[in-house]
Structures are given as structure tokens and as C-alpha cells.
């Protein structure tokens, strides 16, 4: 099976495009992964993989409406595509059996 390069960062920003859904835009995924990992992240960083992922075809965008509180600017809203969520299926069931391959003794804290 073929399977689609996609690094930690880029599986966090997709991951938080498909949580985000409708509402997905640069901010917005920064704020998200700022909430949710703890992780301080320039949003430079995440504007440049958003891009990097529709460049991959991961994700789509497209511009929303012009809106006051931005000045008049329309936001680009990204979804996830059908490649994208494959491929975020493909990750999830690698990882899962990765992790039922580990045995049980061997993520024991000791001493505790």
C-alpha cells in the first residue's frame, strides 16, 4: 500500500482542519493547537503547512465572505479531502496497531 508522506506537524494541523470543520482558517487552526497540545506555534508556521497540505492535496480552501472585524479581509477556510481523510484513516490504524504490538510489561513505570 502506497502511503501519503506527512509529517507530526502536518498530521496535528490536518487533524485540527478536520475538528475544526467549516470554521478551519490559519487563526483558527492556531488557536486550536495552541488549546490542545500545549505548544507555543508561530502562525507563520501553521499558515506555511496549510499550504504545504493543499499543495498535497490533503486539504482544500477556499475564500469566505468579507467580514467587519478583519477589516473588510475574507478568511480562506480549508476542509479536509477525500485524500486527506484517508490518509489521516491510514495514520490512525498504523499507529493503533503499532500500539497493540507493544508488550504490556513494557510501558510500566518502575519504582512506582
Known amino acids: 500500500m502506497h502511503r501519503a508522506n506527512l509529517g507530526e506537524f502536518e498530521e496535528m494541523v490536518l487533524l485540527m482542519v478536520a475538528i475544526l470543520d467549516k470554521e478551519a ?3 483558527s487552526v492556531n488557536q486550536a493547537l495552541e488549546e490542545h497540545t500545549g505548544r507555543v506555534v508561530a502562525f507563520g508556521t501553521v499558515h506555511n ?3 504545504r497540505l493543499e499543495e498535497k492535496g490533503f486539504v482544500s480552501s477556499e475564500l469566505g465572505g468579507a467580514t467587519t472585524e478583519r477589516g473588510g479581509r475574507r478568511k480562506r477556510l480549508f476542509k479536509v479531502t477525500a ?8 495514520v490512525n490504524e498504523l499507529r493503533q496497531g503499532l500500539w497493540q504490538m507493544i508488550p504490556p510489561h513494557t ?5 512506582l
Do not use: A, F, K, P
Open 25 to 27: 482558517y490559519g487563526v
Open 107 to 111: 510501558l510500566r513505570l518502575s519504582g
Open 83 to 90: 485524500l486527506g481523510s484517508r490518509t489521516l484513516q491510514e
Open 49 to 51: 503547512t496549510l499550504i
